[in-house]
């Protein structure tokens, strides 16, 4: 025989009792996706997961000048799931979200780090001694920007599969040196760098054009050819001042 609706009625009073006495809810999982750099005018979709029978959703950003208004609709949400059609400037940032779950609301969420890209010219990147290294060998891959940039990221690997971020060695003058010794075959492959302004590191450039390293040795011809291109790349904002 199941519970009486007066053992229902008795278990879900306890329930709201606990919560009353502990406020103690524990924070949501907050996803976004995609996960890599989100274009200007792209879709953009945020996930705040909380318990079932939750009401309410909210998301807030942190440390801006003027944060948002809480009673901004397109930040509140009766489903975990908030989609915009076109990312603007105002997704970038670090963002937390909270639910309400009988008129109680939860924990923040762990930050969510929202980067949106097009913001500055694509930045330049190229491999020394070129695009197709040995394995064994030692290279380094550059990162240049014509527009003042100061921090830099590289990704490896298809963005919309799967990539991975290399550490940055050095900056000097605009331009990131990613130094990787040893090369080895997973090294191979698809290469894309962003640039920021460390004020503003939830801004990014729009992504370089992408560097294919290669196995193998690479032809005198080949490397004097790949310089040039670098040389006039970086030769061409220079000479239009």
Not at 64 to 81: A, G, I, M, Q, Y
Not at 139 to 149: K, W
Not at 151 to 174: A, D, M, P, Q, W
């Amino acid at each position: 025989m199941g519970p009486s609706l007066a053992t229902l009625l008795c278990l879900r009073f306890c329930v709201v009792q606990a919560l009353q006495s502990f406020h103690d809810l524990p924070p949501p999982v907050f996803e976004v996706d995609p996960q890599y750099p989100v274009p200007l005018g792209q879709p953009l979709k945020l996930h705040c997961m909380g318990p079932q029978d939750s009401s309410t959703y909210r998301i807030y950003k942190e440390a801006v000048e003027e944060p948002l208004s809480l009673n901004d609709s397109s930040w509140e949400s009766k489903t975990p799931r908030f989609e915009y059609p076109e990312t603007n400037a105002q997704h970038a940032g670090r963002l937390r979200c909270v639910y309400e779950f009988h008129s109680f609301w939860s924990k923040p969420s762990n930050p969510l780090e929202v980067q949106v890209s097009g913001f500055y010219e694509k930045p330049l990147l190229w491999a020394v001694p070129g695009p197709s290294v040995p394995q064994g060998h030692n290279f380094t891959i550059h990162c240049n920007s014509s527009v003042g940039l100061d921090s830099f990221v590289l990704y490896h690997g298809k963005l919309e599969y799967e990539f991975k971020t290399i550490r940055i060695h050095s900056i000097k003058k605009n331009e990131a040196v990613f130094f990787l010794h040893n090369k080895t075959e997973d090294m191979n492959g698809r290469y894309r760098c962003y640039g920021y302004m460390s004020s503003e590191p939830h801004r990014w450039s729009t992504p370089s054009d992408v560097l294919l390293l290669s196995g193998g040795l690479s032809s005198g011809w080949c490397i004097m050819i790949h310089l040039i291109h670098v040389v006039l790349a970086l030769a061409i904002p220079c000479g239009s001042c």
